[in-house]
């Protein structure tokens, strides 16, 4: 199927749905390849508390790497969705992978792992 | 092969093939692929702050009721038209009359 | 069969979960001071959170999203985060009002102080939230929350004049006092029109899996629970009009607001008025925190549900419990809780237009909505109450100093 779309009004904040219809993040960020003399292209979508550091004030890369650095689950900066994912766009982006396969919930499995789960009553 | 984000070019203000200003990249429209989605043109608009605000807050339905002018209308500023090389300054390769003129008859 | 259950619980919602701290303590300001003339503030705040409660599950049933979640993928995170930041400000403030009034209602009856009382509220709330799914935490509000009743049945023991009554439905200005009117009429309108009941209800009706089939009945739990809660929060008027009043009580201490239901009810007004208050602002205090997770796991687009275990929404619990300890802090260090419900009232009217104005873009927006956008009614009530909260509480903060 191939049809036009407009990045920021279709693409860009929209929520992403992993193969199991789980919620796994929303598309904060989008990346563009420019091969050298030819046609760009949309190559992925990206996922990542430091880019919407970014696009709040680029000066907050800096304090946000810090403290995935510091803080937290180690885990990658942003995590990547290559194009070829994406199965269907709608109100909500549809992919075929896991959000399990990626680090979209790194933060929750750490949270759950080292805090939640050790409160009594936390899994029921 | 050079990546760019979407924040890199978004809000960049673009100027013409004479060095005018021309208005700042808002949107980019593309062509849905199954491997990758290729860039078809870039919206290049020549809004007032005040245009910005509303169409940013107005919903559709409002803002075809609202007449705009000409002027304010973005430019379609095709993907082999816009000059990247220095993604902090990019450059549209064509003057903007021309632009204004595929704007009035597209 | 489950449509007209949802139809009674939601009616029931209504009438047991509009009072709470700020809806009664600004009530039985208005009656204490200005007698039934503020009636018309409390009608028009209540006219316009139906219609917003109405808009908000109609948003939900048609684009099968949150009203927090539209908000970001209409505007994008920069606009979204700064309209949910400010909104969530607000709603910690209120949050930490309900809180209070737990603990209020707790030292009413106990004589030991609300702050010694705070920390095992906050437990509590937690423990509610943590342990229940979204459906037994406001069915049991709900329904534990009928005890509001009392203010009916104090009503009718006291007989006022029911002309009076309905003339105070009239817009009026008073003849002195007026600051002190004005920001009474300002913090009425923040206490009956709260942006988080709008994100919470929409959050629900997600929750629950509502769809286009569901329209109608969302019109009636919106229209008349509210209408039936709105009618509670009158009777409090009458009853501080019938009571307060003559005796020259201003009702903005605890025990002058609980002593009021002395006169209908000898034996039990004050246990009634701390059960009532506990009640109510408990499950308020459980949906306020349970709002601040919504918008934070929604506008950053986690699995959030009040209906997993905590363990499998670990994310999504830990904001409710941060929220709860931090709210708590101003009550720790001993804040007057019901200065805080005034400021929150105040505050919570001067930024309607922040949860508003976005949000009815939003409802014109037939992306979303198809074929069920908002008509000319809906928008314009919306608009009118906005601006008019909007305005006074330009004016209310300055008026809090001179006459709150």
Request: charged share 15%; with cysteine; glycine share 8%.
């Amino acid at each position: 199927m191939s049809s036009t779309f407009y990045v920021v009004r279709d693409l860009l904040d929209k929520k992403l749905i992993d193969s199991g219809n789980t919620q796994m993040g929303r598309v904060d960020g989008i990346v563009l390849e420019f091969p050298q003399g030819g046609q760009p292209r949309l190559v992925r979508v990206e996922i990542g508390g430091e880019i919407l550091a970014i696009r709040v004030a680029r000066w907050l890369i800096r304090p946000t790497r810090w403290l995935r650095q510091h803080f937290g689950p180690k885990r990658a900066a942003r995590v990547k969705i290559e194009w070829r994912h994406v199965k269907r766009m709608g109100r909500d982006i549809h992919l075929d992978i896991a959000a399990a396969e990626t680090d979209a919930l790194a933060w929750e499995r750490w949270l759950s792992d080292r805090i939640v789960s050790r409160i009594p009553g936390s899994n029921s | 092969m050079r990546e760019l984000n979407l924040y890199e070019l978004l809000g960049r203000k673009v100027c013409d093939a004479n060095d005018e200003y021309a208005g700042c990249i808002e949107e980019i429209e593309v062509e849905r692929g199954d491997e990758k989605c290729a860039v078809k043109c870039y919206l290049v608009a020549h809004r007032g702050l005040i245009a910005r605000i509303t169409s940013w807050a107005i919903a559709d339905s409002l803002q075809k009721a609202i007449p705009v002018s000409e002027k304010s209308l973005p430019y379609r500023v095709p993907w082999n038209q816009m000059d990247l090389t220095v993604t902090e300054h990019p450059r549209i390769t064509v003057a903007q009359a021309e632009l204004r003129k595929a704007r009035s008859e597209g | 069969m489950k449509k007209i259950i949802q139809v009674a619980l939601g009616i029931v919602t209504g009438i047991g979960g509009f009072l709470e701290i700020g809806s009664v303590s600004t009530s039985i300001q208005a009656g204490a001071a200005f007698g039934y003339k503020l009636i018309w503030a409390l009608v028009v705040g209540i006219a316009c959170l139906s219609f917003l409660i109405e808009m908000s599950g109609r948003f939900a049933a048609v684009s099968k999203h949150t009203v927090v979640s539209g908000l970001r993928d209409r505007f994008g995170f920069g606009f979204s985060t700064v309209v949910l930041s400010g909104v969530a400000l607000v709603i910690l403030l209120v949050l930490t009002a309900e809180l209070g009034g737990v603990a209020l209602s707790i030292e009413l009856m106990t004589g030991i102080g609300f702050s010694w009382w705070t920390l095992p509220v906050v437990f509590v709330a937690w423990l509610l939230i943590w342990k229940t799914n979204l459906d037994v935490l406001e069915d049991g509000s709900s329904v534990l929350g009928l005890i509001t009743l009392c203010f009916a049945v104090a009503v009718h023991r006291l007989h006022p004049d029911w002309g009076s009554v309905m003339s105070g439905a009239v817009p009026s200005l008073p003849s002195n006092d007026k600051a002190h009117y004005w920001f009474i009429c300002v913090s009425i309108l923040g206490a009956s029109i709260t942006p988080y009941l709008m994100y919470f209800y929409s959050s629900g009706a997600v929750e629950d899996k509502w769809d286009a089939t569901w329209l109608g009945v969302n019109k009636i739990i919106a229209f008349a629970g509210i209408a039936f809660g709105g009618l509670l929060a009158i009777a409090v008027v009458i009853v501080a009009a019938n009571v307060l009043l003559p005796q020259h009580i201003a009702g903005d201490t605890f025990d002058q607001m609980a002593g009021m239901m002395m006169t209908p009810f000898p034996k039990w007004g004050k246990a009634l008025f701390a059960a009532s208050l506990g009640i109510t602002c408990l499950g308020a205090a459980t949906e306020v925190a349970l709002s601040l997770s919504y918008i934070v796991g929604q506008g950053l687009g986690w699995n959030s549900t009040e209906n997993a275990p905590p363990a499998k929404e670990a994310r999504f619990s830990t904001v409710y419990t941060l929220a709860l300890v931090v709210a708590a802090l101003p009550l720790l260090a001993g804040l007057d809780p019901l200065k805080v419900t005034s400021m929150a009232m105040a505050l919570t009217a001067a930024t309607l237009p922040l949860a508003i104005v976005p949000f009815l873009v939003l409802m014109n927006d037939s992306r979303y909505l198809e074929e069920h956008t908002n008509g000319v009614i809906s928008n314009s009530v919306v608009v009118v109450v906005m601006v008019m909260s909007f305005v006074l509480a330009i004016v209310s903060i300055p008026l809090q100093i001179f006459g709150g």
